[in-house]
Every structure is written in structure tokens, then in C-alpha cells.
């Protein structure tokens, strides 16, 4: 099995930066991509960013610009490293990894933009 932990979240003002981390330990070996959903208050959950092993990343359109996915294969960790914050970025983040069949994700982190 595969467990995730994200660390990173917290308030900022709008404008301001904030780096996830997502550290998973386990049967690393299996999994493949890695990423970040996020879940606005009362919306449902939304793709952010995915990272592959090989590198290939894909970001959502409103964040492309502003986010960088990356990922340590040795530390088997995936940051997110997101600028120019924005009010609408606050969210609870939901670290995934697409480990054998499964999707399996971390508890969530609260990431809160102030206007």
C-alpha cells in the first residue's frame, strides 16, 4: 500500500506564494502519476495538477501560469508550488497518486487566500 502526506497549506494574502508538499512512503515503486486536487468551499473537487514519472505535466486552466508541479523521484515527494495567489485559490489540496489500479489520496490541506 501506498500513503500520502501533505504538508504546506496556510493563509496568505492575495498575491502571495505557497509551496505543497506531498511525501508518500510505501510500495512507492508502483506508483505512476502524482498530483493535486483541490475543493473550493461548496464546490466539488477539481483537478489542479499531474505530474507522470517521466515528467509530463498538465495544469488547470486556471492555474496554468501560476502553478508548478514537480516531483522528487528519490524523495518520492510531489511539490506545488503555487504564485500570485488568489482568492478563489482557497481550497482544501488533496494530495493523489495513481498507485496499481488505485487512486489514493492524502487527508487534505487547507490553502486560505485573504483579499
Known amino acids: 500500500q501506498v500513503q500520502l502526506v501533505e504538508s504546506g497549506g496556510g493563509l496568505v494574502q492575495a498575491g502571495g506564494s505557497l509551496r505543497l508538499s506531498c511525501a508518500a512512503s510505501g510500495s512507492t515503486s508502483s506508483i505512476n502519476a502524482m498530483g493535486w486536487y483541490r475543493q473550493p468551499p461548496g464546490k466539488q473537487r477539481e483537478v489542479v495538477a499531474a505530474i507522470n514519472t517521466g515528467g509530463r505535466t498538465n495544469y488547470a486552466d486556471s492555474v496554468k501560469g501560476r502553478c508548478t508541479i514537480f516531483r522528487d523521484n528519490v524523495k518520492n515527494t510531489v511539490y506545488l508550488q503555487m504564485n500570485s495567489l488568489k482568492p478563489e485559490d482557497t481550497a482544501v489540496y488533496y494530495c493523489?497518486?495513481?498507485?496499481?489500479?488505485?487512486?489514493?489520496w492524502g487527508q487534505g490541506t487547507q490553502v486560505t487566500v485573504s483579499s
Open positions: 493523489f497518486a495513481d498507485y496499481l489500479v488505485y487512486d489514493i
